[in-house]
């Protein structure tokens, strides 16, 4: 059941920007150029944490505050 | 307000007034699956719309993340007899419900597909031994699996909905309460003096204290669902502060996957929109099957987790220092020190003792002795 493999793509970084992560990951948990790379991707891609406002109609919200004012949560 | 996971607040509730819903080939579920349904319409499972298909299971498996690559560590899956799904095919809609939980709804069926048990176990549980509760689980399911989206039309009051929120509620109450910094803390016990420690620790750092007990399935000589809130209450009302603390409940079934599940356990939480989550030593364990602080290490995997992790390790009273410790910071020898092991704690209350309170408030303890029915039988 478990995928063989993932699918990867090839990206291409200048050699001795990969030369100095290598050196940078001697000694830690990272196995590969790759592990690293992916990691840093993701936390990049992860920081956008622009505010969000849901989606409530002044109905919606009312109704979310009296049910919250009945259950005690909010006086 | 942080982000829910994956960007959008998933919600699948469809008012039934609306729709035919009969005609539709109907399925009674288990309660289980009807609390899947429910935590997927309300979006404490978001961005999931419903149980998994199979490019998403074998990404969980392998890889920890959806096929899509957000982080996702636990296959929410729905299992049908494969007799009573010989005539279903991919397109059909199914009528899902369960009278515990009073749940309507509609599953779309995207796929149907065999799966392996062995492999879910040994990637989800890290064991195929069939003593792990949640790979016993996993063994007893039956053996077809329908991938789709559900919508929910209806659902009935049940017990304990007074502390029922959902994801919607919390964030609008959290807001209300000008709430920034929201840190999470996940149980299925009573509090003792190290739990209270470790929730007052990390408030002290935050703006409220999300209080989450799960209320569902567990395994026996688990406490009751009944004690673990009347527990709570109890040590709510006498030490903390209305203003700084919030108890919800989220109903679902204890997995024990140990490491993988305190994943999962984060992700809802940031759903709920709490921005740590506190992680213990043992989260989500059972038996010996994972490393005191597995748990712990599997966060450095996801750095786009989205909600910050605060590990805890285990904490016992020293009488040298004459206040809660831990092992960074008392330089006191082991035999200065009181463990709140849980174990101990529940022993002593089956004896219908009240537990020293250097382990546990005597409020909390004399309310857990009011019940007939302490345990999980």
């Given at each position: ?8 793509t ?31 991707l993701r ?19 009312e ?6 004012r ?6 | ?8 607040l998933?919600?699948?509730?469809v ?10 080939p ?11 349904i ?5 979006g ?12 998403d ?12 690559d ?5 296959p929410?899956m ?9 005539d ?5 809609k ?13 599953l779309d069926?995207?796929e149907?597909?065999?799966?392996n ?9 890290k064991?195929d ?9 996993i ?17 009935k009051?049940?017990?304990y ?18 709430w ?13 003096i190290?739990h209270e ?27 009751t669902?009944?004690?673990?809130l ?19 409940i ?6 024990y ?57 285990s ?15 008392c ?26 309170e ?20």
């Amino acid at each position: 059941m478990e995928k063989e493999s993932k699918n990867y793509t090839t990206i291409s970084i200048p050699t001795p920007l990969a030369n100095k992560i290598k050196e940078r990951i001697k000694g830690t948990g990272f196995t590969s150029l790759s592990s690293y790379v992916t990691y840093v991707l993701r936390e990049i891609i992860s920081s956008d944490k622009e505010e969000t406002d849901e989606a409530f109609t002044k109905e919606d919200e009312e109704k979310v505050r009296e049910r919250l004012r009945a259950l005690g949560y909010l006086d | 307000m942080i982000k829910p996971h994956g960007g959008k607040l998933v919600n699948r509730n469809v008012k039934k007034k609306d729709v035919d819903l009969e005609g539709y080939p109907k399925f009674e579920i288990s309660t289980n699956s009807s609390e899947d349904i429910l935590n997927i319409a309300n979006g404490i499972f978001s961005p999931l719309n419903g149980f998994l298909c199979k490019n998403d299971i074998e990404n969980i498996l392998s890889e920890k993340r959806l096929d899509n690559d957000i982080p996702w560590t636990i296959p929410i899956m729905l299992d049908f007899d494969k007799k009573e799904i010989k005539d279903i095919k991919e397109g059909d809609k199914l009528l899902l419900t369960n009278q515990e939980t009073g749940i309507t709804s509609i599953l779309d069926v995207e796929e149907i597909q065999d799966y392996n048990k062995k492999t879910i176990a040994q990637k989800v549980y890290k064991t195929d031994d069939v003593n792990h509760p949640g790979v016993a689980n996993i063994y007893n399911m039956k053996e077809k699996l329908i991938g789709g989206k559900i919508t929910l039309y209806d659902t009935k009051v049940r017990e304990y909905d007074k502390y029922n929120l959902t994801p919607k509620e919390t964030r609008f109450l959290f807001k209300e309460k000008g709430w920034r910094d929201i840190v999470a803390f996940q149980t299925r016990n009573p509090p003792h003096i190290g739990h209270e420690y470790v929730q007052k620790t990390a408030l002290t750092f935050v703006d409220g204290i999300f209080i989450n007990p799960i209320i569902g399935k567990k395994k026996p000589g688990d406490f009751t669902d009944d004690v673990i809130l009347a527990s709570y209450e109890t040590l709510m009302k006498h030490y903390y502060l209305k203003e700084r603390a919030v108890m919800s409940i989220l109903r679902t079934s204890m997995k024990y996957a140990g490491p993988r599940e305190a994943i999962h356990h984060a992700i809802m939480r940031k759903n709920f929109g709490c921005t740590h989550f506190i992680v213990g030593r043992d989260h989500a364990g059972v038996g010996n099957y994972y490393g005191p602080y597995d748990a712990h290490d599997i966060f450095s995997e996801f750095p786009d987790l989205g909600i910050v992790p605060l590990f805890f390790r285990s904490f016992s009273r020293c009488t040298k220092c004459n206040s809660v410790v831990n092992d960074k910071i008392c330089p006191h020898d082991q035999k200065y020190h009181i463990n709140f092991a849980g174990k101990k704690i529940r022993e002593i209350l089956r004896n219908g003792q009240i537990p020293s309170e250097d382990m546990m408030r005597k409020e909390v303890s004399e309310t857990i002795l009011k019940f007939d029915k302490t345990f999980v039988e």
